[in-house]
């Protein structure tokens, strides 16, 4: 075991881990935040994708230890009391998603594009993308959301 | 009393109800379930394709940390049924017993054969690898049509055959003497490939009993809880009344949830030996083995036309793979497309034969589309082969054949009646956006000046038949259940609205559109309206989600349940108002007594005065909530016309999408922004078996594409932007005039892409092109095309 | 899936990340980004005793220059990579090429170092690096030792690393003033090359004066194209390029696999080598 202190949509815990184990897992399982949901085993659907020290990781794809001392956001950290972000509303006026599996994910890696390319074209956002696997929307829904969310004034 | 205005509901472009959960990550997802004592349970899966199990040992497995209890399949095979087929397509059909986990024989890499039971995942995945299984390999049996010879090896040794069913479908003229009399005939195999569904949300299974009274709640990621709920209770034994069946949010199906798997069996058979909790969730790679793929098939099509290019006849012949065992529908899909295949068209002949076929591979079954998509495929290409034969452009050889818009009704060849249509109007509002003249203009620039990258156009005029109905035409079908749907509404005492609905979405947005059906209906605010589903207990009744049936049916069992309440109402409202049911008034949700406007009152109101029933009309029961169900009279019929156009680099075989364009004739539409939504996610995957998908085995049967990294699922940087557009023709066969749309782009877009790429290529010799094309099989073409030629 | 359990050791230098590795000997695996290691656990494709996670030690991040040579830290991310100006001034083939590395969460935390000890011949980079003759400093209980590039890839999925060293810095000669690109075939955006082609070219009067290519995918580690590289001076146009372009096969032995085969690989190399060089030479 291996005694880990992260913070985690802004409550830090403390939790002794076996080494092994996956941050997506320390968050579902551990944590109880199943907001962050699993798709592959390979880490290319990027459901999982969650922020670490502020940038996009796929959370199936680190171990809890490698985020010891680090501070995640997940889906579930995004709205502040009750207020969504630009990105969560446009993905909602947009019908950027339809079943939501992969949401969590494409709302953190748009999240992690808008902060180095606050406006980028449809092929940016498509490339940005390229690590997050929808099935549900042929993706046409989730581009236009993402560039709604770039033509707002506040931060995504 | 406070004026209600309601604008219409229906063709709104609501913004969903479903999303402000998924955007917030405030989801239940089966794997998200958690309980008291709940147990985790990892499945040993067979890693040969065909093999006899010898000794299995699962105690080393229960020594290890953790470990609660570890089974073989005969460990469990007492009180464990054969996984029901509702769909024995023929009476002489071959029916293999298929245990949920295996006993004595594995028939595909990935069948289960252990599991083990711990108290976390990690420490079940641990212990399934200290349990010993001895396997005795048997011949893999994996080519379709060696299958069939009569010293192949065999997949159910018992049954002496390899060839499951013959389903032979004639009619019309005889097609050897339309043959006869035709100036040209072509004849084209094509192939379908195997596809992997990959919904993102894996399967999963929780299941909670109550041993003391043997009850047992069973969530589970499906399509179809009710179904789910009784063939659970005839494969186990539970009786009906004590299981419950809970499809929690289920993160997208296209078929490939809509089943009855043996985990849930198996969970079930765990949780009641050891009278505890119990999940199992399915990791992407276990997936790929564990849950039915779609799609297998090799089609013999020849059509017969006029030199003029009037079709006269069409022969089809199937080779569909069922994989090693038949699953809930498995023998029904390519049934599904046999009257599909003379799609838009009149002609004289249709002559059908669909042979199924064991192979030692995961069973196939229903995905999106279903036998639809391989069936428009396949007339799709070989129409346009024929305009090439013929020298006349595609779209006006589609003109010469199909059915013009005054002549529906009309019975196709193959028997169906479709209600509505007008394939002129799509498809001239198509290729108007399309700018098709342009694009042939400078595909013939291009092939002029021999460029290295070529274009081709792809069209796709295509019809489908969705929300299966009514059910005697099903029992004709020999499925095994109905196709009707129900609806219940509740009107709350405080004026609120719950609608009961048998489907089940997983993603279709059901509770935003149901909601906008019952507010317009009842005039009641759209906000004031929840829908439940998804949970036999809280609603009882229904036959689920799966083909393009939920708005038909559901929708129109949520319509007619409405209507039904407002007719209560009526009678409360007009004995509150004192005044005849005649001479009520209902708009926008109030009842008013005609000339007098004054006298009035809302549907809250009835609602509420019923709730109390201190005053209702003699004899009435204190209700007006309703239940209806609906067995429509017929399919719906959508249609519409897909354009494509693809740049192909003829030296290294990449195409690229440069155009897309569809307009779809889905009917009436209750929210244009779902409707959208379901093309624009069709269209993708339509384009993925196109260019991208297949499960690919090697000669031992093993699954080579076994994870995402392998079976290429596309991307955001790998798919264009498409044009969409609607006529709008409604169905007549449903009050609401709606036709199904879940399934329609899949079926139309992937014939468009291929056709393109063909039609690019055209030009250097080639004439087919199997796929997925990827660049290698495009590069070979080309390379072949051209050696032929020299 | 679920990795198997194993030992893990966070040391905070290289000195103690060598002792760990010396000390678990064979069994031990180093966890850089964990970009390629996390799947194969969870896969169950490797079975390490010890996890060695090279992710604290500052030592091992960062871009520097010594004289004519830029010096990355072994554990440098592709994002960082992508991102600093002196790897972009003077080695851009290298920025652009780590630009194509799976997706941009992935080179979050994928390295460069972590990439090249895998030594995957689909995986971008080694082509890269081999192609900038850049060299791998390895240090273990020995002391450091400096491979060319071109000794370090052994074999599939092994590099020269011995079980007990740690690959601490890359170090790339500056290429200012050479022409580059990366041509890579893939069928899906996220998916593996196919085939990459990376190209350098140094231009003089019009003409090419030295050319070096570095072929991804087309056998059991990276390699040069070198009959196309000498070919390849003196050509002074686009017809010149696809001449030489024509051995860019000779010598690979490309893999089968459900994307190509070794056939179409060896003629995608030809063709995406004339692109490469092309493009890099600004000929295209």
Known sequence: MTHISVKVDGTTYEDDVEPRLLLVHYLRDRLGLSGTPIGCDTSNCGACTVELDGVSVKSCSVLAVQADGGEVTTVEGLARDGELTALQRAFHEKHALQCGYCTPGMLMAARDLLREHPHPTTDEIRHALEGNLCRCTGYQNIVRAVQAASEQEVPA | MTDQIVEGEVGRARLRKEDARLITGQTNWTDNISVNGLLHMSILRSPMAHARIGRIDVSPALARPGVVAAFSGSDLADGLGSLPCAWPVTEDIVLPDHPPIAVDEVRYAGDPVAVVVARDRYAAADALEAIEVDYEPLPPVLDLEAALAEDSPLVHSDKGTNRCYVWPLKTGEDFDSVRQRAEVTLKRRYHQQRLIPNAMEPRAVVVTPLPASGEYTLYSATQIPHVLRVMMSLVTGIPEHKLRVIAPDVGGGFGSKLNVCGEDAVALAVARRIGRPVKWTESRSEGYLATHHGRGMIQDIEIAATREGKVLGLKVDLLADMGAYLMLVTPGVPILGAFMYPAIYKMDAYDFTCTGVFTTRTPTDAYRGAGRPEATFAIERIMDELAVELGLDPV?????????????????????????????????????????????????????????????????????????????????????????????????????????????????????????????????????????????????????????????VGGTAVHHAAVKVVEKARKVAAHLLEASENDLEFTNGVFSVKGSPDARRTIQEVAFETFSSHDLPDGMEPTINAEHLVDPDNFSYPHGTHLCAVEVDTETGQTHIRSYVCVDDVGKVVNPMIVEGQVHGGIAQGIAQALYEEAVYDDDGNLVSGTMADYLVPSAADLPDFVTERTETPATSNPLGVKGVGEAGTIASTPAVVNAIVDALRPLGVQDIRMPCTPERVWRAVRSAKEARS | MIPPAFDYARPASVDEAVRALADAGEDAKVLAGGQSLLPLLRLRLAFPELVVDVGRIPELRGVREDGDTLVIGAMTTHHDVIHDPLVRRHAGLLASATATVADPAVRHRGTLGGSLAHADPAGDLPAVVLALNGELVAQGPRGRRTLPARDFFVDYLQSALEPDELLVEVRVPKADGWGFHYEKFHRVAQAWATVGVAALVRRDDGHIAEARVGLTNMGSTPLRASATEQALSGAGDAQAVARAAESAAEGTRPSQDTSASPEYREYLARVLTRRAVLAAAGMG
């Open chain 2, 396 to 552: 006006e050889l589609r003109r010469r054949n199909w059915i013009r818009h005054e002549e529906f009704p009309y019975t196709s060849i193959a028997g169906l009646t479709y209600d509505s249509g007008n394939y002129e109007a799509a498809t001239e509002k198509a290729l108007g956006l399309f700018d098709y003249d342009k694009l042939r203009a400078e595909q013939a620039d291009r092939n002029h000046r021999g460029d290295t990258v070529r274009l081709g156009i792809g069209v796709s005029t295509y019809t489908e038949m969705c929300g299966l109905a009514p059910s005697r035409v099903l029992r004709d079908l020999r499925y095994g259940a109905g196709g009707w749907e129900a609806a219940t509404i509740r009107m709350l005492p405080t004026g609120k609205v719950e609608v009961v609905t048998g489907t089940s979405p997983h993603g279709q947005g059901h509770v935003t559109c149901w909601s906008q059906i019952a507010a317009d209906v009842l005039g009641v605010p759209f906000e004031d309206v929840e829908v439940v589903h998804g949970d036999t207990k809280a609603a009882p009744q229904g036959m689920d989600t799966y083909g393009s049936r939920s708005l038909v």
